[in-house]
C-alpha cells in the first residue's frame, strides 16, 4: 500500500529543536520531502532528500533518512514561532520504468511553537 | 514570477448544484494535480494531468471530473455537490524532470456544501 504516517500534533518551545517524524512504506521512492503550510496558504516545499543519502543539513533543517526502517525525519533547530504550521512528508513512488510523478502526502504534523 | 493561482477562494454552494475550480499556472508545468484536504487524512489526489488532453483519476475522484485542453489550466468540476465535498481543494503543478518531483501549490479553495 501507499500509507505515510505521521503523529498529527507537536508542541515545543521557542528556542527548542523539534523533531517530526514519519514512516513511508514505498521503498521505490527516489526522493522525499518535507512540505510546509502555513494558516490559510498552500503547501511549499520546505526541503528533500534523495534516497540514497543519510542526511542532508540546509541552515535549521536536518533531514535524516533510515531506509531500511523506511522513517524520516525533520529536524528544525532553535525553532521559532514563524515555524508554526503543518508539515507534511511525502514521497514519490516509482512504477516500473520511471516515476509517477505523483507524491503521497503523510497525515500532516501541526507544530506548535510557544513563546 | 511564475504562480499558479485557483479561484475562487472560497465557495458556498448547496447539494446537487454543479461546482467548478479554476486552476491556473503560468510555469508552463506538464503535470498538474488537484487535491483535497481534510483533517485526519491529509491530502488526497483526486485527479491529475500529464499533458493537454491526459486526465487520469486520483485516490478519491468519485464525483469529481477535470478536463485539459491547454497547458495553462485544469479546471475541476463537482457534477451533483455532496456534503461530503465540503473540503478545501489546493491544485499543484509540476514539470517532469526525472524522478525528482516538486511540486507547486496554490494557495486553496475552501467549498462548503450546504
Known amino acids: 500500500g501507499e500509507d505515510v504516517e505521521q503523529s498529527l500534533f507537536l508542541s515545543v518551545r521557542e528556542g527548542d529543536s523539534s523533531v517530526i517524524n514519519c514512516t513511508y512504506t514505498?521503498?521505490?521512492?527516489?526522493?522525499l520531502y518535507w512540505y510546509k503550510q502555513e494558516p490559510g496558504a498552500g503547501l511549499q516545499l520546505l526541503t528533500y532528500i534523495f534516497s540514497n543519502m543519510d542526511m542532508k543539513q540546509d541552515q535549521r533543517l536536518t533531514v535524516l533518512l533510515n531506509k531500511k526502517d523506511k522513517h524520516l525525519s525533520l529536524r528544525i533547530a532553535d525553532t521559532q514561532t514563524g515555524d508554526s504550521a503543518i508539515y507534511f512528508c511525502a514521497e514519490s513512488p516509482a512504477t516500473y520504468g520511471g516515476a509517477t510523478n505523483k507524491l503521497i502526502f503523510g497525515t500532516g504534523t501541526l507544530l506548535a511553537v510557544q513563546p | 514570477d511564475a504562480e499558479i493561482t485557483q479561484s475562487p477562494r472560497h465557495k458556498i454552494t448547496e447539494t446537487g448544484r454543479q461546482v467548478t475550480l479554476a486552476c491556473h499556472q503560468t510555469?508552463?508545468?506538464?503535470?498538474m494535480f488537484w487535491y483535497r484536504q481534510d483533517l485526519g487524512h491529509g491530502l488526497r489526489l483526486i485527479h491529475y494531468?500529464?499533458?493537454?488532453?491526459?486526465?487520469n483519476k486520483g485516490e478519491v475522484s468519485d464525483g469529481y471530473s477535470v478536463s485539459r485542453s491547454n497547458t495553462e489550466d485544469l479546471p475541476l468540476t463537482l457534477e451533483s455537490a455532496a456534503s461530503s465535498q465540503t473540503s478545501v481543494y489546493f491544485c499543484a503543478s509540476s514539470e517532469s524532470r526525472g524522478a525528482k518531483n516538486i511540486q507547486y501549490f496554490g494557495a486553496g479553495t475552501r467549498l462548503s456544501v450546504l
Open positions: 514505498d521503498s521505490s521512492s527516489t526522493y
Open positions: 510555469w508552463n508545468h506538464n503535470n
Open positions: 494531468s500529464y499533458g493537454v488532453q491526459d486526465t
